[in-house]
């Protein structure tokens, strides 16, 4: 028996499907470039391109686990790659930091800083209902109230927003992405071009089934989760995307012919971050050699594209004045980190054995809640941390930074990335400025 | 101190005096088995663990080839080492060697003491450590405590030393156990037993040789980083001598609760016979001191055979022969008291009579006269001698009334006054039987409780008397009676005796009337007269040979 409200989903996503264009639809071409340039129907960021209608269904094996109740705003990368594929903001930004439309067609520059973005004519949500300028402002409303309040309707499809202060990118930022609640409260409903249809056999909660909206040339999504030390198993399982950074299993793939490893891009970096003025000075010791200490695919930290790490400008943003919260005397002399970051605990040891903080220094780990309190409240000798390389707003990001940050110290140490292991002849695969890949129908 | 008191401390004394020189004999001979007996462990433990500890050494020694060869054939670790390729291998090398041979320590040193590859702490690559392997090589048997660095804290381990030659250098494997608590529980099973692990820089506790048996060995000891040389770690064996004191504790309990048991047993025991002896003794002491030559009618009757019968049989006689000295004594002051009052009413009596015979002579010799005037005249004359004569003889008669004081008057219990009576006359009796029928409910009488009690006893011992020692029974009755409408008291004394003759009866309350040999007489008078004088009354039924019946009413008190 199909619940009364997936019954009604399902006839709403009937009557959309009867006046959704048709798969073959391009794209409209993106508008004039408030930001770095023009989204080309260029290769420069994609990973595959096999034929979408060339495979019904296609096995995405993630690492973490995905939470309904987190959509559309991810914390993990899985729940990143899972929410890309279910939801769209207005924009897109591809690896290369171009701008490419997504649920709006077009924009442009108004009077007084104020842009005015253009809905798709087909944006549609899953029920069938059309997405309306009013739609987004009710769904930017429960993420961002002053955005939203400062935002006005221009028309049924139109509406004016202020120019932000920082580059363009917010509006690809996940948190601006255009939903609205289901009955029951499970999923949001979405614009994207899948929608979640439930567990997997026999109600296994370790597994989800996304299928593409009607007359979309996508495949079916079945999304299993596995272990962290469990990529090789998944492999072996038949996994058709697997995105990691085991050493492990890129040098287990490597030696399986019908994967390709797509490196994606760095788009993490660890830091070390120490309360005070008084760095605790990682640059005078052998820093180079830390890249040898993570166990994944990692270099010696470089600046962002914008020449410098948006965590080194935070003065732009309006955040707690600077505060030391105890003073340097009370600190302990532990490096701290989340012991469920194998790369975190790798750098942490190799810090203490280059002697950071000192003789007699020690790495310790903790749980995520007591390494979120300990962050905190800043009474650890240091913390490393794992930092998104690219935001798509670095003063809401810097808001996921303790208070005190802005009186400490933060010096990056390592960037990472993941590899994308991905079986030949998977569908069109492009990697976004996130570095998260997205599914897209040819 | 009392006899009592004096009996149960030679009972305390005779019996604690062994117990406690028992108890303390034997603590004593328990304390000394028993650490000599922990000693032997301690000794032995000791031993085990020198055996264990070079077995343990052996069992890494063994490992550490065994690792040397491996490292030896794999081509890919010599690239890596000698031609500084693949690094990620290189450093994950020791990890992955230590946990495959069981190690808890695996470091990899080159030549100079750098730091290769780390198992316990994989990210210290490239340190510089020379010292430890230089250390290692120079103790004893090769085997020493080595200090580990690990990125959370340094632990321990027992670590021997190994190397191998790639090309031209040579690599240095320090490999280990660790010794931590689980390893030092290992050492020993038995709770009792502490083994403790003392580094040169701890500050162990002085060993309580009171408290505890101590034993130590000594290892060679490497401290984490530029430690100059070796230095001893002791490892310590305690047994802790607390079951002894519990055992101590649990025979001193035994002992105080058999110390208490037999006390209480002791004192119970030298109670009772405390009582055995001394209660007689009391008694005897108690009748004696009621004898004076007022209460001469205390018995002494005992029929034990030991010192106490012969003591009671003593007192009794010489009760009894104070009792005959005594009623010889009153029957001579009652002789001579009656023979002074006798005297004494003669004279006074005559005193008063004189005139008036004098004048009655007077009166006479008047009548012999003629006619009747000289009469007339010499009574007339004569009138105030015969008034001043009779006021005498009247105020003599008062003198002599108050010469005798009025009995108080109290509430008195008729039936314990009875028993009383009873338990007296009973106990010097001993010529009938005595039988009482005591009416419940009785009214209280107010009279003085002595008067009643002689009332009784003159009409108990009456009626005894009268059975002249043939087989007879005084029965003695109370009842509750009424007298228009006022309660009395009647008191009945039967007996079965020989009764007396009308005219014995009429002379019973004479003064100085009596058929009995020996009898004063005054018996009944003075009976009569402290009825009367209580308010009461008194009857008599009696007839010859069927005994008689005195019957004593009381006014009672109405409640």
New interface residues.
């Given amino acids: 028996m199909i619940p009364l409200h997936r019954q009604a989903l399902f006839f709403g996503l009937l009557v959309a499907a009867c006046h959704a264009p048709g798969p073959g639809v391009p794209l409209p071409a993106p508008p004039a470039p408030p930001a770095p340039g023009v989204a080309a129907s260029d290769t420069a960021c994609t990973i595959t391109a096999g034929r979408a209608a060339g495979r019904d269904t296609v096995t995405i094996a993630l690492t973490e686990p995905v939470d309904a109740s987190h959509a559309p705003v991810p914390r993990n990368d899985a729940e990143r790659w899972v929410f890309g594929q279910l939801y769209e903001t207005l924009m897109r930004v591809d690896c290369q930091g171009r701008v490419l439309a997504g649920l709006a067609k077009s924009w442009e520059q108004g009077a007084r800083d104020r842009w005015t973005f253009t809905l798709r004519d087909d944006a549609r949500f899953w029920d069938g209902a059309p997405v309306t300028a009013r739609d987004v402002l009710a769904a930017w409303r429960l993420r961002d109230s002053v955005l939203a309040q400062a935002s006005a309707i221009v028309s049924d499809r139109v509406l004016s927003v202020p120019a932000p202060a920082t580059p363009f990118q917010p509006f690809a930022d996940p948190r601006l992405a255009v939903t609205k609640p289901a009955p029951g409260g499970s999923w949001p409903i979405g614009t994207g071009g899948h929608w979640v249809t439930g567990g997997g056999e026999r109600g296994a909660a370790d597994m989800l089934w996304a299928a593409p909206l009607p007359k979309v040339a996508l495949p079916v999504l079945r999304l299993t989760m596995v272990a962290p030390n469990g990529a090789r198993d998944a492999l072996d399982e038949g996994a058709d995307l697997l995105v990691t950074d085991d050493?492990a299993a890129l040098e287990y793939a490597a030696a399986r012919p019908e994967y390709v490893d797509a490196p994606l891009g760095w788009t993490r970096t660890y830091v070390l971050l120490s309360p005070g003025r008084d760095p605790p000075g990682v640059a005078a010791l052998?820093i180079e050699?830390l890249r040898?200490?993570v166990?994944g695919d990692a270099r010696s930290a470089e600046e962002s594209d914008g020449g410098h790490a948006w965590f080194t400008e935070l003065g732009q943003c309006d955040l707690l004045p600077a505060r030391d919260p105890i003073g340097a005397q009370a600190r302990r002399h532990r490096v701290v980190y989340n012991q469920t970051d194998r790369s975190a605990?790798?750098l942490?040891?190799?810090l203490?054995?280059l002697g950071v903080l000192g003789?007699g220094a020690?790495?310790?780990?903790l749980a995520p809640t007591p390494f979120e309190a300990a962050l905190r409240a800043g009474t650890e000798g240091a913390y490393v941390l794992r930092l998104r390389r690219r935001v798509f707003d670095f003063c809401r990001a810097a808001l996921e930074l303790p208070p005190w940050s802005s009186a400490g110290t933060i010096e990056p140490l390592v960037d990472v990335r993941s590899h994308a292991l991905v079986r030949r002849g998977f569908p069109r695969l492009t990697v976004d400025w996130s570095g998260t890949t997205r599914l897209l129908p040819r | 101190m009392t006899l009592r008191a004096r009996i149960l401390l030679g009972f305390g004394v005779v019996v604690l005096v062994p117990l406690l020189v028992f108890g303390l004999r034997v603590r004593t001979e328990m304390a000394s088995r028993l650490t000599a007996e922990y000693e032997r462990r301690v000794a032995a433990l000791v031993a085990v663990i020198r055996a264990d500890l070079e077995q343990q050494s052996a069992g890494i020694a063994s490992r550490l080839a065994a690792l040397t060869g491996a490292m030896a054939a794999d081509n890919r670790f010599r690239i890596a080492a000698l031609q500084g390729g693949d690094?990620?291998y290189l450093?994950?090398y020791a990890g992955n060697a230590m946990h495959l041979a069981g190690l808890s320590m695996l470091q990899i040193q080159d030549d100079q003491g750098r730091v290769v590859s780390s198992g316990h702490?994989?990210?210290?690559?490239?340190?510089l450590e020379p010292a430890q392997p230089r250390l290692l090589a120079a103790a004893p048997g090769g085997m020493a405590l080595v200090q580990a660095r690990t990125?959370?804290?340094p632990f321990l381990a027992l670590a021997r030393l190994d190397s191998l030659r790639l090309g031209r250098r040579r690599f240095t494997l320090i490999g280990g156990v660790a010794v931590d608590s689980g390893f030092r529980a290992r050492l020993t099973r038995d709770p009792e037993l502490l083994v403790s692990l003392a580094l040169p820089t701890d500050t162990l506790p002085a060993a309580d040789s009171a408290g505890q048996v101590v034993s130590e060995l000594t290892v060679p000891f490497v401290a984490e980083?530029e430690s100059a040389e070796l230095q001893p770690a002791r490892i310590v064996v305690r047994h802790s001598l607390a079951s002894l004191g519990a055992l101590r504790r649990g025979v001193n309990l035994a002992f105080l609760a058999a110390v208490a048991v037999t006390v209480a047993i002791a004192l119970v025991l030298g109670g009772a016979i405390s009582v055995r002896i001394s209660r007689p003794l009391a008694q005897l002491a108690q009748r004696t001191s009621e004898i004076d030559m007022d209460r001469l009618d205390v018995a002494f009757h005992s029929e034990r055979r030991d010192e106490v019968g012969a003591l009671t049989r003593l007192l009794g006689a010489m009760t009894d022969r104070l009792r005959t000295g005594a009623a010889k004594l009153r029957e001579a002051e009652r002789r001579i008291a009656m023979g002074d009052l006798a005297r004494q009413v003669n004279h006074d009596i005559k005193n008063g009579l004189i005139p008036i015979r004098n004048v009655f002579r007077h009166l006479l010799e008047a009548a012999r006269g003629e006619g009747p005037d000289p009469l007339a005249a010499a009574l007339r004359d004569r009138q105030g001698t015969i008034e001043s004569s009779i006021s005498y003889l009247e105020n003599l008669a008062t003198n002599y009334a108050r010469l005798y004081p009025p009995p108080a008057r109290e509430l008195c219990a008729v039936n314990e006054v009875v028993l009383e009576t009873i338990r007296r006359v009973g106990e010097v009796a001993g010529r009938g039987e005595l039988r009482i029928e005591l009416a419940d409910g009785l009214p209280a009488v107010r009279t003085d409780p002595l008067v009643l009690r002689r009332i009784l006893e003159n009409l108990i011992g009456n009626a005894l008397d009268s059975l002249e020692s043939r087989p007879g029974a005084v029965t003695i009755l109370t009842a509750r009676g009424a007298d228009g409408g006022r309660p009395i008291v009647r008191i009945t004394v039967a007996d079965t005796g020989k009764g007396m003759t009308g005219e014995e009866l009429n002379r019973a309350f004479d003064d100085f009337y009596t058929t009995k040999p020996g009898g004063t007489g005054l018996g009944l008078s003075i009976v009569r007269r402290l009825v009367l004088d209580a308010n009461g009354a008194l009857r008599v039924e009696t007839a010859p040979g069927a005994g008689s019946r005195f019957i004593v009413e009381l006014p009672g008190e109405t409640a």
Wanted: proline share 3%.
């Fill in positions: 050493a052998r050699s040898q200490a166990h605990a790798d942490a040891a190799r203490v054995a003789r020690v790495a310790t780990g | 690094r990620a450093l994950d702490f994989r990210n210290e690559y490239d340190r990125p959370e804290a980083g």
